[in-house]
T-cell receptor, first 117, second 110 residues
Framework: GAVVSQHPSWVICKSGTSVKIECRSL??????MFWYRQFPKQSLMLMAT?????????EQGVEKDKFLINHASLTLSTLTVTSAHPEDSSFYIC?????????????FGPGTRLTVL | RKEVEQDPGPFNVPEGATVAFNCTYS??????FFWYRQDCRKEPKLLMS???SGNEDGRFTAQLNRASQYISLLIRDSKLSDSATYLC???????????FGAGTTVTVRA
């Protein structure tokens, strides 16, 4: 149980294009979903916290107009990187907490590796 | 100062050895503590939570020292499969947001 999927697992795009990443909780309803970014040899950095049906809360320094988050249902959140640039190339990981479980435990998706040319 | 700091390593140990490393956190009001494991180019996976009294899960032992604001992880009888990056993770507030350390790399050699 408590499986989180992400799609796509990797994407290569040209500079200036937008990329959408999906995060799904497959066998549970997610109270909250989190979006992280990880650069090589660095820690995961929380970008935003997303609750179903409400606006995402962004961490300081994360541009909400560039990283659009939509949390349309209890099992799906999407992150859209708008007008992507090479510096946005990173490993994007989502996680989810279960409405029925320990809210301190986050279940992570397998991540999406974004490369912007 | 970073919220969570770890010695990046790498710790290179032979099979069967014991390896231990620490992590320090800056916020004395931190609520919860975890060790996650991350394999190369994969997502983090929860290894164990860390409780105030210390806890053990098989070959893994975690300790929490609130006074000095550090947690530790000890791996006994290391296996090749223990090779990974171990992430120290702290919940700094009541809103379930996690703060990650940059990880300690452990390599177990045959």
């Amino acid at each position: 149980g408590a499986v989180v999927s992400q799609h796509p697992s990797w994407v290569i795009c040209k500079s200036g294009t937008s990329v959408k990443i999906e995060c799904r909780s497959l066998d549970f309803q997610a109270t909250t979903m989190f979006w992280y970014r990880q650069f090589p040899k660095q820690s995961l950095m929380l970008m935003a916290t997303s609750n179903e049906g409400s606006k995402a809360t962004y961490e300081q320094g994360v541009e909400k107009d560039k990283f659009l988050i939509n949390h349309a249902s209890l099992t799906l959140s999407t992150l859209t990187v708008t007008s992507a640039h090479p510096e946005d190339s990173s490993f994007y990981i989502c996680s989810a907490t279960s409405a029925r479980g320990d809210l301190n435990e986050q279940f992570f998706g397998p991540g999406t590796r974004l490369t912007v040319l | 100062r970073k919220e969570v700091e770890q010695d990046p390593g790498p710790f290179n140990v032979p099979e069967g050895a014991t390896v231990a490393f620490n992590c320090t956190y800056s916020n004395s009001a931190s609520q919860s503590f975890f060790w996650y494991r991350q394999d190369c180019r994969k997502e983090p996976k929860l290894l164990m939570s860390v409780y105030s009294s210390g806890n053990e899960d098989g070959r893994f032992t975690a300790q929490l020292n609130r006074a000095s604001q550090y947690i530790s992880l000890l791996i006994r009888d290391s296996k090749l499969s223990d090779s990974a990056t171990y992430l120290c993770v702290v919940n700094l507030s009541n809103d379930y947001k996690l703060s990650f350390g940059a990880g300690t790399t452990v390599t177990v050699r045959a």
